[in-house]
């Protein structure tokens, strides 16, 4: 090889270190900024004091909302899956792509928020949608991707949303990748059979098993976050049904 040769390939290396530190720096601290950011956020809420079991630790977890809407009126409520790092204020934006990358308080960042699908009335409609990103660091939903595996599933069944004036606990049936023109995101139903047709969509597509069969009668969760396969056109999701409601006095402050 000869000198002018090493030198130019020399120069090439260079240039790709360089670059490639310039990107490292910046995914680090965009990182950084997003989990001071959202560190913030549990500043507003309050941990069970003398709780001895978990059922006591759930009743006295309170969320001040008020301070929470103080700073931004579009959070409403709250959603916890236990051991998980899933533990963030809900955003209701007026589209799918504004709290992509803004945060809870408004910050742009690439963590973006856990946000309610915009055709979503709230959370008593049939099916709600909530979504959120698939971080590297497994902060925001990055963990949904671990519902592949069923022993996750087994240990972390469980999805706790507290809103102002109630708590809803909904059970895991179901987690698989789904296009995003599938019944999977069905919104509207002209009548009960469309509705199953989503449900059974569901659980045919669910890579892990439950004994869970949901019903028209049921409400059905989804969360939803981004997947490296067809990006642009797949998620993965996870299904959940609820279970329970938990009035507003064990669970929540204004």
């Known amino acids: 090889m000869s000198d002018k040769l090493r030198r130019a390939l020399m120069f090439v290396l260079v240039c790709v270190f360089l670059v490639s530190a310039v990107f490292f720096v910046?995914?680090?601290?965009?990182?950084?900024?997003?989990d001071k950011i959202y560190e913030t956020a549990k500043e507003f809420v309050v941990e069970a004091g003398d709780a001895t079991t978990a059922e006591e630790e759930k009743e006295e977890r309170v969320i001040d909302f008020a301070s929470l809407q103080a700073v931004n009126e579009d959070v409403f409520g709250w959603i916890t899956i236990p051991e998980t790092?899933?533990?963030?204020?809900?955003?209701?934006?007026?589209?799918?792509?504004?709290?992509?990358?803004r945060t809870y308080d408004g910050q742009?960042?690439?963590?973006?928020?856990?946000f309610l699908e915009f055709r979503n009335t709230g959370m008593d409609d049939r099916h709600v949608v909530l979504y959120g990103h698939n971080m590297v660091n497994?902060?925001?939903?990055?963990?949904?991707?671990?519902?592949?595996?069923?022993?996750?599933?087994?240990?972390?069944?469980?999805?706790?949303?507290?809103?102002?004036d109630r708590t809803l606990i909904y059970h895991v049936f179901?987690?698989?990748?789904?296009?995003?023109?599938?019944?999977?995101?069905?919104?509207?139903?002209a009548d009960d059979a469309v509705f199953q047709q989503m449900i059974d969509h569901m659980k045919a597509n669910s890579v892990i098993a439950s004994d869970i069969i949901p019903t028209t009668e049921d409400q059905i969760l989804t969360l939803s976050t981004c997947t490296p396969a067809g990006a642009k056109k797949y998620?993965?999701?996870?299904?959940?049904v609820l279970a329970e409601e938990i009035p507003k006095e064990t669970n929540i402050t204004e």
């Open 26 to 34: 910046k995914y680090f601290m965009e990182y950084r900024k997003g």
């Open 85 to 101: 790092g899933v533990d963030y204020p809900l955003l209701d934006g007026e589209d799918n792509k504004y709290y992509l990358n």
């Open 108 to 114: 742009w960042s690439s963590y973006g928020s856990i």
């Open 138 to 164: 497994k902060s925001m939903f990055g963990a949904l991707i671990d519902y592949k595996e069923q022993d996750f599933v087994d240990a972390h069944d469980t999805v706790e949303i507290i809103l102002p």
């Open 174 to 189: 179901s987690a698989y990748t789904a296009h995003v023109d599938s019944p999977t995101y069905y919104m509207s139903f």
């Open 235 to 240: 998620r993965f999701v996870v299904n959940a």
